[in-house]
């Protein structure tokens, strides 16, 4: 029989038991799962504080207790919205389905004519990346709210500093309240 390959991207600023859930559930409907870091271009920001290798971290680490065969891919942003899911298909594994929330996500694979399912997101109120940063930046806690793998990895590149720091200084990258996960 075919291999059923899932297509999941996120930014993942950071990588939190919501996208762990999102995934552990994906997990169950297909064979193989491809996981794209989007804005794999963008670091050092309120918004995007980490790099698409420390992404791989938390993400390799964190799949690493999920039993389904995967594939982590960084996928710089495109200016073009329209050649956007070429751009994906040029980088990643042939994928069947696809698995997001975000509306111009959906809206462009749907164009493309991919299957797009949308699953629930899973306690929003506290697992949501910025509502996580704005905790790190305030020194409140935030620790539960992401996997072990995480925190090690936020630990083992000084991620809270830095994270403060930009904090200061992004004048213009500050956290927008739109769809962030
Ligand atoms: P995200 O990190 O906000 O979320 C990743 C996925 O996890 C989403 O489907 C989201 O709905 C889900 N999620 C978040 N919180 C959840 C929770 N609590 N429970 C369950 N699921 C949860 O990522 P995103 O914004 O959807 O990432 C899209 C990426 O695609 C971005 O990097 C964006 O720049 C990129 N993109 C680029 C272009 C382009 O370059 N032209 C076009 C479209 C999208």
Request: aromatic residues 6%.
């Amino acid at each position: 029989m075919a291999t059923t390959r899932g297509f999941l991207v996120g930014r993942f600023q950071p990588f939190h038991h919501g996208h762990r859930q999102l995934v552990e559930e994906v997990a169950t409907e297909v064979d193989e799962l491809v996981v794209g870091i989007g804005s794999a271009d963008a670091s050092h920001t309120v918004r995007n504080p980490f790099t698409a290798g420390e992404r791989t971290m938390m993400i390799t680490g964190v799949l690493a207790d999920i039993d389904v065969r995967h594939y982590v891919v960084p996928l710089e942003d495109i200016d073009r919205n329209a050649v956007w899911v070429s751009h994906v298909e040029s980088m990643c594994p042939p994928f069947d389905v696809v698995y997001s929330n975000n509306p111009l996500v959906i809206r462009l694979f749907e164009e493309a004519n991919y299957e797009v399912r949308d699953p629930q997101l899973i306690d929003r109120g506290r697992l949501r990346g910025t509502t996580i940063r704005e905790r790190i930046v305030a020194s409140e806690p935030w620790q539960d709210r992401v996997p072990d793998a995480v925190i090690e990895t936020i630990r083992e590149v000084d991620g809270l500093n830095r994270l403060r720091k930009v904090a200061t200084t992004d004048a213009g990258g500050g956290d927008d309240g739109d769809s962030d996960g």
